[in-house]
């Protein structure tokens, strides 16, 4: 078996320590500017988002978007996917709509994403086949307009883009979400792209009402 | 707080964004240029989706250098191709050398775990070992003076059963042995804003962070 260097270990025991410090000196920060901040974060949670993004390291979803704790109830899977058979996700999708009626979900991809470059790599992948699987779906519904795109990272770029229209599409499948926004007139689904070259984020402009109207004629679950 | 209007909460968050990338890019106008070049983050952090803890914040750290899943009460299912695959990803692929699963305070999914209300279907299901859990460690929990102890307690056993869970991931298994990969748990006081580090049994307190056969 290999075992770590001392060096290796030190290294590593730093990196790790080093979140603990920071950790501390965060809190610390914000007990000095408001001393009620975390006892009122203690007293439960109301978020107004949801957000559904990559699992990428550069996408700290509060960071972001200037968002503070309390604010946004997040899940992060490989490529920002909504699988209507994944319990994980619609569990959270669950939980956000019928006990914190989130008034917003956005669903936020981006460009240069991984998951979607691996998912376009023709190679067995092992476990990450099934789960890569849905973006090769993706492509298979809109290959007329991908094919025709010859430039390799603008094909992506495009692909990462109609991954999230047809994961906020699945949103939209859900019981939670249909019957809420009967009831409520929310959440409102979003489509958004982060990109790295100037950190902003694009607004696909989905056209919430028209999708869910498109949805319902074949998933309609909203009487319940 | 009285809620915001509809079309302010989105305008909120994108008017967040632009500060974030405006003022980012005048500390180092190198930074989105570096980040476009790829990721190589160093730990995997498997948290819950609660609003309150927002990871790379409450640790300081800058983008990329967290890999990020997060569910309902930071639950990891032998079963679960979701985590399972953001495991393989991180672990297999992106190289994290430590994996870190924090469950919290107040969490209600350990709130839930304690009682027996109906949640629906979805959630009952995803939450029914969380709920496991209550059952197996029953004496311990009634001996506790109150619910906030028994859903601390609850989360942080949480927290050792999704590590049991994650030592059975392949990934993991070749990663430890090859290279030393390691795994963490920890507790994030919500009231205190502080992570404390979950002492495994039998590991080590000299390097306390290593699992004992190193
Ligand atoms: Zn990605
Ligand atoms: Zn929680």
Known sequence: MAVPS???????????????????????????????????????????????????????????????????????????????????????????????????????????????????????????????????????????????????????????????????????????????????????????????????????????????????????LSAE | MAPISFTDAIERVVAGNRVYAQQTAEQDPNFFKTLATGQAPEILWIGCADSRIPETTICNCMPGELFVHRNIANTVHGNDLNAASVVEYAVAHLKVKKVVVCGHTKCGGANAALGDADLGETLNTWLHPVRELRRKHKIELEELPDDDARSARVAELNVHQSIEVLKQHPAIKKAIHDRGLSLHGMIYDIGAGHLKLLEEAGGKKSNGLWSADH
């Open chain 1, 6 to 220: 001392e060096q290796v270990i030190k290294y590593l025991q730093q990196s790790h320590d080093r979140i603990f410090e920071n950790n501390r000196a965060w809190a610390e920060e914000h007990r000095k500017k408001n001393p009620e901040f975390f006892t009122k974060l203690s007293a439960g949670q109301e978020p107004d988002y949801l957000w559904i993004g990559c699992s990428d390291s550069r996408i700290p979803a509060e960071a972001i978007t200037g968002l503070g704790p309390g604010e946004m109830f997040i899940h992060r899977n490989i490529a920002n996917l909504v699988c209507n058979t994944d319990l994980n996700v619609m569990s959270v999708v669950n939980y956000a709509v019928r006990h914190l009626k989130v008034k917003h979900i956005v669903v936020c991809g981006h460009y240069g994403c991984g998951g979607v470059k691996a998912a376009m790599t023709p190679k067995d992948m092992g476990l990450l086949n099934p789960w890569l699987r849905n973006i090769r779906d993706v492509y298979r519904l809109h290959e007329a307009e991908l094919d025709q795109i010859t430039d390799e990272e603008k094909r992506y770029d495009r692909l990462v883009e109609l991954n999230v229209v047809e994961q906020c599409r699945n949103i939209l499948k859900t019981a939670a979400v249909q019957q809420s926004y009967a009831k409520n007139d929310f959440p409102i689904v979003h489509g958004w792209v982060f990109g790295f070259q100037d950190g902003l984020l694009k607004d696909l402009k989905i056209n919430f009402e028209e999708m869910l109207k498109g949805i319902q004629k074949i998933y309609d």
